[in-house]
Nanobody, 115 residues
């Protein structure tokens, strides 16, 4: 069992920065993909950035050049968000997708960007 827990959200003015943190309890064996997703009010949850066991990363077009996904220890993941825009306002979720098909979500952390 893997349990992601997010932190680091908050209120920031447009153009500002935030860094989100995800700590993951439990052990991950084999190939997996870890990532950040977000859900704005009235919209579907969407992928923001992912990183896999090979270190390959993907980014949504809307955040390329502004957001960076990194990992620290085996159980820590970060999302550095720069040049934030009001449209980045959403609940951000940490996700772990294992090679056997199991998927785990954190409880989410609110990011609000004021104009």
């Amino acid at each position: 069992q893997v349990q992601p827990v997010e932190s680091g959200g908050g209120l920031v003015q447009a153009g500002g920065s935030l860094r989100l943190f995800c700590t993951k309890s439990g052990s991950i064996f084999g190939f997996s993909t870890r990532g950040w997703y977000r859900q704005a009010p009235g919209k579907q949850r969407e992928p923001v950035a992912t990183i896999d066991s090979r270190g390959s990363t993907t980014y949504a077009d809307s955040v390329k050049g502004r957001f960076t996904i990194t990992e620290g220890s085996p159980n820590e993941m970060y999302l550095q968000m720069n040049s934030l825009k009001p449209e980045d306002t959403a609940v951000y979720y940490c996700n772990v997708f294992l090679g056997d098909g199991r998927e785990f979500w954190g409880q989410g952390t609110q990011v609000t960007v004021s104009s």
